[in-house]
């Protein structure tokens, strides 16, 4: 990753960022611009930027179409989104608009494709239309079904690229970036916060946390409570062999389970040209699982001592064990995709790669399916910030800081 930043972290600040993903940089980055007198220093435990969800995912610029209408995640994606769009063609970063078509497979799942359609309207998606089976062929020329809902307004981008110009603009503006810089001690003071961390200790007027899969332990840190608690999920993608890319123009997805914050099996092409397909979503034995052998001790306690874990288990068994399904044997998210996709055969697809989403989970079970923050002293706490958080990270960040001006009386 192209910014390497600054070798030490500064003994005073006016704000720390701890992370140095897409969200922590985009918030960094959004700082300077409004308070360019402020020194602004992000840091990071990893060797480098954008090190897990912002460069282990599909790279897909949500439009907006599944969140419920008046929610934080609806209103921040519509304009995210816009906002991103704008940002990598002023900053020549590789995107493409594709489009996405949404696909109902039987009669069952209309209903469904209904409610994502009277979603996407609500929210103010643009370019939004019901294709019927014919309408389907004419945009993916290999899809079956009985409907779909196509938006011209879903894209790529590699989001790692994205975060490495955030970087960039954090650091020409005067900001300090400091990677390999574990935080693992937080106290708050009258007049600042003192984060520990592996090169000694930072004492920053305020503090922003973007922790992503450890965001819970670090709010903890600050004093804030427990729940909810991240339970990671791994998700697992095939990329289809070369000779069959084309069997996919942009990206097909399915209807999804509304009980669910998860899309289901899908097709992608990426920015690259490449189509994957995926991904699965299982309970994690680590919040870096990327391999499904890694497991930590520590990581495996916390999800299963948390109540919620168990009750979440309780009410989507029948769903975990497709889950399991697809992790042992991965001809069967193939088989999941040749469902809208009939030519698609277990030769087709090969392993790719795998992300851990950073799940908010509540002590009752519930998934948590919004942007979700909290306030301790003189520090904000993103808690959970899930898919669409890379496509409306610009939107988010701008919300984030809103929330600190308002909070700290900046």
């Known amino acids: 990753m192209r910014p390497v930043g600054n070798s030490r972290p500064p003994a005073r600040c006016d704000v720390a960022v701890v992370g140095a993903g897409i969200l922590g940089l985009a918030v960094a980055r ?107 062929r004419k945009i993916e020329p290999h899809c079956r079904g009985v409907a779909g809902l196509h938006s011209p307004n879903t894209g790529v981008v590699d989001f790692a690229v994205v975060a490495a110009a955030f970087a960039e603009d954090l650091l020409q503006a005067g900001g300090t970036l400091v990677t390999a810089c574990q935080v ?100 994690a034995g680590a919040r870096d699982a990327y391999r499904l052998s890694t497991v930590r001790a520590r990581d495996l306690r916390e999800t299963l001592t948390w109540p919620g874990s168990w009750r979440m288990a309780r009410h989507f068994w029948r769903h975990g064990l497709t889950e399991i399904r697809h992790a042992a044997l991965p001809g069967s998210m193939v088989h999941a995709a040749g469902v809208y996709i009939p030519e698609l055969g277990l030769r087709d697809a090969q392993p790719a790669f795998a992300g851990v989403r950073a799940q908010a989970v509540d002590r009752r079970g519930r998934l948590l399916d919004d942007f979700a923050f909290s306030i301790t002293g003189r520090a904000l706490h993103v808690r959970n910030a899930p898919s669409p958080g890379a496509s409306a990270s610009l939107a988010v960040a701008g919300h984030i800081v809103d929330q600190a001006a308002q909070a700290f009386a900046w």
């Open 30 to 136: 959004e700082l300077v611009r409004r308070r360019p007198a402020a020194s602004v220093c992000v840091l990071e435990r990893e060797q480098g930027i954008a090190a897990h969800q912002s460069s282990h995912n599909s790279g897909v610029i949500h439009a907006g179409i599944y969140y419920a209408p008046g929610s934080l995640k609806a209103r921040l994606c519509v304009a995210g989104a816009n906002q991103l769009y704008a940002y990598c063609e002023q900053r020549g970063i590789p995107y493409a608009r594709c489009g996405k078509l949404i696909v109902a497979v039987k009669n069952s799942e209309l209903a469904g494709l209904d409610e994502l359609e009277r979603r996407g309207r609500a929210n103010g998606v643009a370019g939004l239309r019901r294709v019927d089976a014919a309408g389907m």
């Open 184 to 283: 693992h001690g937080v106290q708050g003071a009258t007049r600042s916060v003192r984060l520990k961390h592996a090169h000694g200790v930072t004492e920053a007027t305020h503090a922003i946390f973007c922790g992503g899969a450890w965001a819970d332990r670090l709010a903890v840190l600050g004093g804030a409570d427990p729940d909810p608690r991240i339970v990671p999920f791994r998700g697992a993608y095939l990329r289809l062999v070369p000779a069959r890319a084309a069997l996919v123009r942009a990206l097909i997805y399915p209807v999804p389970d509304p009980s669910l914050p998860f899309l289901g099996v899908h097709l992608t092409r990426h920015i690259d040209g490449g189509v994957t397909l995926g991904p699965s979503a299982l309970p």
